[in-house]
């Protein structure tokens, strides 16, 4: 089997979105699950629909124009301010788009016009953590002037919180949406659908909040993923944090000194932190690098220690043992590095269904055997 390689489990993915779609149904909200870590990945999208989630979200146009392409049914939301030079196809393949500039509405109600298309619109709201959003004391003009945009619905506001500044989601701040939707609501006499509170940052909050109050969407990827949050990136309790596996093999494998000799200078990669002399170590270089995977996201199996990447090479030292040229290896993955290895073209996805019941592999206990496939 060719590696590197990402191992996909859907039954895991299925079951963690399943799982987060009912505790959150409990607390009046609906999941839109967010495919830009996936590359929009049709498969996961509609192992995702198929545990009841309701919407799909994307970053980028070209995984909601391929999972439009892949016969993905559900309403597609274009999570980042659309670029205003991708109106129109924007308004082709998006249902819904989350905005924050007047301008691109403009002109996604032009592009709609131009189609004949309605398109739906939530205005994003700045709640201090300094990504996308209009600020609070804007937000009633904004939504008055979209209102009288043809072809354009206001669907309802949103925000994003954690992502630039980790500026946590909780009561106040979402308190103040709330709020704000009350308000929009009352000043137009209209009804928003969407109160979209944020990502999967807004999990403890929405969770543990014995009142969600107007917030009825949650944006999620990460969490149905990787089954942990990010604020803190503690697994979330009852789903697997193991549905994604990076494998790579095997290229070199020596005794080696620690340390380097020779006048030292900078690596490919900037500077290095002195090597401690630990006499001689059992080193091995495996088929990976910096344009497959972020290294410092990667969790290696028990006994095998990461201690240094370049490009293409990922260097290991591998303890006790010594692993074999060919042997693969399995790694866990966080955010960073799931998203680097799935935008990778030299990673090969290998997306599986279990059809055996779902262990949880002891990475230290099956390791290490030559050409282990774990299939
Ligand atoms: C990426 C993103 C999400 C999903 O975030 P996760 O932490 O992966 O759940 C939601 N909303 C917006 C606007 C995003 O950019």
Not at 46 to 68: K, Q, Y
Not at 72 to 85: E, F, G, Q, W
């Amino acid at each position: 089997m060719s590696a590197p390689r990402l191992e996909i489990n859907l039954d895991k993915i299925q079951h963690n979105a399943r799982t987060l779609a009912k505790r959150l149904t409990k607390q009046g909200i609906s999941v839109t699950a967010v495919m830009k870590a996936s590359l929009g990945s049709p498969e996961i999208a509609r192992v995702v629909l198929d545990a009841g989630i309701g919407s799909i979200g994307d970053s980028r146009m070209e995984n909601i124009e391929g999972m439009s392409r892949s016969g993905i049914k559900a309403p597609l939301v274009l999570i980042r301010s659309p670029m205003i030079s991708d109106a129109h196809r924007v308004v082709h393949s998006a249902d819904i788009s989350l905005n924050s500039e007047l301008e691109v509405i403009r002109e996604l109600s032009f592009a709609a016009k131009a189609a004949g298309r309605r398109h739906g619109v939530v205005l994003m709201v700045e709640l201090g953590d300094l990504r996308e959003g209009i600020m609070p004391t804007d937000i009633e003009h904004t939504a008055g002037q979209v209102l009288a945009m043809p072809n354009i619905d206001l669907k309802g506001i949103g925000a994003n919180l954690a992502c630039h500044c980790g500026v946590s989601p909780d009561a106040n701040n979402m308190a103040e949406l709330s709020t704000l939707a009350d308000t929009i609501e009352r000043v137009f006499g209209i009804t928003l659908d969407i109160v979209s509170g944020g990502n999967s940052a807004n999990l403890n909050w929405a969770l543990s909040s014995a009142d969600t109050g107007r917030i009825n969407n949650l944006r999620l990827g990460e969490s149905i993923l990787l089954g942990c949050e990010p604020l803190y990136r503690q697994p979330i309790d009852g789903l697997h944090t193991d549905a994604i596996t990076l494998i790579a093999e095997v290229i070199e494998s020596k005794i080696k000194p620690s340390q380097p000799w020779g006048k030292i200078a900078q690596t490919a990669y900037g500077e290095k932190a002195p090597a401690v002399d630990r006499g001689n170590i059992t080193q091995a270089i495996l088929a990976i690098g910096q344009q497959d995977v972020d290294p410092c996201g990667l969790s290696a199996p028990a006994g095998i220690c990461i201690i240094g990447a370049s490009s293409d090479h990922l260097i290991v030292d591998c303890g006790r043992h010594r692993l074999p040229v060919g042997a693969e290896v399995h790694f866990q993955l966080n955010y960073s590095a799931m998203v680097r290895s799935m935008t990778s073209p030299f990673v090969s996805k290998l997306l599986r269904r279990s059809s055996t019941p779902i262990r949880v592999p002891a990475m230290a206990s099956n390791w290490p055997k030559t050409r282990r496939v774990v299939l």
